[in-house]
């Protein structure tokens, strides 16, 4: 059972102000405690540490020592089809130019968490139908055991109990806790991102993501883009938006939101008139069951550098060109850098 933040009887949902004290807060070091890695690796063999190198003491006598890194990766043809059937010697992986030996591999559809962050501002009020019908295709695209979660926010962030539950699959419960909150001020995009990447980690699954639902940029936020994105290279999540604005508005956001969707190897759709909301979440609910998982211990682990650049490359025989999307990197907790250690660039 998936540990979860504590429920109250008395109310369907935990708010999050924008101004709210910061010891008041999560505190965002709970991502890296040796004992949330130690039993993510204890459930699964194939639990992501992102490059963390660690040493427990988990009962007298015996050290467990955590040292992988799990890559989600997708590849295309071409014509962007899903190129199925490849085996562990047709990847090859680099982190910061250098060749490591790969010593996880998977090719099944694993279940996945999944945070659906959905904007509630104003503006989003004649969407949000066409948004809570696009969130019931994508829980019925799914993988039958993924678990979800909901944050709506505007002015605030709040994470929703769909019946007194932290995640469902339920597609009636989802479509519940999205109208949950009405469309109403402004946009705490940040906020509302950095409370998903923390809520993911109470998921019992290794595999997680976040997708995003806005049609505006951020004009609420005490966290910082910077900060979003710093948060994000220290997780294991894809990040994709579903922006529902043109890529050439004025607005920054479409560009940073690029960004980051490319840094964790996730995507940002940009609806046309002719694509529907709908069409995109089935798209995204494919593109991670289509994914191999790759692990490997870094051959230099004692680097001090906080980020590290990675490259997945694929040799096909006889197949043509093939595009492959994954992580760009990872960065080191600053809280498992040693004194001295430079944090994440």
Known sequence: MSASRPASSESAFVIFKPNQPKDQRHNWRFLFTPLALLFGIATSPQSFVAGWSMSVEVQAGFTATANLVLLPVNVTDAHGTAVEGLKMQNFHVYEDGQAQQLTVFNEADKPVTVGLVVDHSR?????????????????????????????????DVSIELMRGKSFSNDPAELGEALTAVSARGRTALYDALGEGLQHLQY???????LVIVSDGGDNASRLTYSQVLARARQSQASIYAIALFGPDDADENPRLLLRLCRDTGGTAYFPSQSQSVG????????????????????????????????????????HGKVRVRTRQGYSLAASTLLPGQPESR
């Open 279 to 318: 069409d995109v979440s089935r798209e995204i609910a494919r593109d991670l069951r289509e994914q191999y998982t790759l692990g490997y211990v870094p051959q230099n682990p004692e680097r001090t550098e906080a980020f590290r650049k990675i490259e997945v490359k694929v040799w096909v025989p006889g």
């Open 203 to 209: 998921g019992r699954w290794t595999k997680k993501a």
């Open 123 to 155: 503006s989003m009020g004649p969407k949000l139908p066409d948004v809570a019908a696009a969130i019931s295709s994508f829980a019925h695209s799914s993988n039958s055991q993924d678990e979800m979660f909901v944050v709506d926010f505007n002015d």
